[in-house]
């Protein structure tokens, strides 16, 4: 049975080169969601992206992360997904998770669309005869045809967006990870992508998605949680969604 657990999670990038004056006056220009510290008083810095974060997931849950830009939803995904460790506190994941959040990651231009369809499986923590199993379909669905035998430098933009969504949704999962909803390609292919993702969350025994937009999260998700400068409030019914984002932010003193 899928499920997920995260207890006082924390997370900290070391910032090398910096001093903290300049970050400072930077970190007042954009919204990167941390909040900047000296890691054991040396020279280093440190911006701290997910800080005492909890939250418990079982079958049937579908959440939405929602929060402004730089709040900390992609990082906590990348928690879930295994691409980041904790620096503090701990992430349990049971199930096999398909992630979602980057769909150039594990592309390599050099090598042709089968080679990367291969090096995609691996990624995905699929076998290698899983993968067998599954070339033909992700060929099919991307409608590549020889083009497949041509290294992906070769493709223009949208060719490499439709291999890659062919493959990164072919995973069948029991936990599936969204950095907001995915549209690629023309307009024909998009209208196909959008039944297989609709069918791959169907299938999902639990999402967790995060989107700047209400309705998408209302229309998908029976659970929210808001994030704010790496914190995260209580995981909340659907119906408090409003409520949740009215209220002051997370960890805010006001």
Same mark, same amino acid.
């Given at each position: ?7 006082? #999670? ?7 080169g &910096? ?36 939250? $418990?997931?079982?079958?049937?849950d579908?959440?939405?992360?929602? *929060?402004?830009?730089?709040? *900390?939803?992609t990082?906590l ?5 295994g691409?980041y460790?904790?620096?503090?506190g ?6 096999r ?5 980057? #769909?150039? +990651?594990?592309i ?8 990367? =369809? ?8 699929? $076998?290698?005869?899983? =993968? ?17 035998a041509? /290294? +992906? ?21 029991? =936990?599936?990870?969204m950095?907001?909803? #995915?549209? %690629? ?6 209208q196909?992508?959008q039944?297989? #993702? &609709?069918s791959?969350?169907?299938?999902? @025994? ?5 989107s @700047? ?13 808001? +994030?704010? @400068?790496?914190?995260a409030?209580?995981? %909340? ?10 209220? /002051?932010?997370?960890?805010s003193?006001?």
């Open positions: 049975m899928a499920d997920i657990t995260v207890s006082d #999670l924390s997370l900290h990038f070391p910032l090398i &910096t001093d903290t004056q300049s970050l400072k006056r930077y970190l007042k220009q954009v919204a990167i969601g941390g909040s900047l510290a000296r890691k054991n008083h040396s020279n280093q810095n440190t911006l701290t992206a997910l800080r005492h974060v909890s939250l $418990s997931l079982q079958a049937g579908r959440l939405g992360l929602i *929060g402004s830009n730089g709040s *900390g939803k990082t995904l990348r928690c879930l997904c691409a460790a904790p620096d503090e701990y992430v349990e994941v049971n199930g998770i398909a992630s979602l959040l980057d #769909l150039s +990651m594990g390599d231009p050099s090598a042709t669309g089968l080679e990367n =369809i291969r090096l995609r499986g691996l990624v995905a923590g699929l $076998s290698p005869r899983e =993968i067998r199993a599954k070339i033909d379909e992700i060929a099919d669905f991307s409608g590549l045809g020889p083009f497949l041509m /290294p +992906m430098k070769t493709y223009s933009s949208g060719m490499q967006a439709r291999l890659a969504f062919a493959t990164a949704t072919s995973v069948e999962a029991e =936990i599936l990870l950095d907001e909803w #995915l549209a %690629v390609g023309d307009a024909d292919f998009r196909q992508a039944l297989r #993702l &609709t791959l969350v169907e299938q999902a @025994h639990i999402l967790v998605i995060a @700047h937009d209400p309705n998408m999260i209302r229309s998908l998700c029976n659970k929210v949680m808001r +994030m704010d @400068h790496g914190r409030s209580e995981v %909340v019914d659907i119906d408090g969604m409003e409520a949740l984002m009215a209220r /002051p932010a997370p960890g003193t006001l």
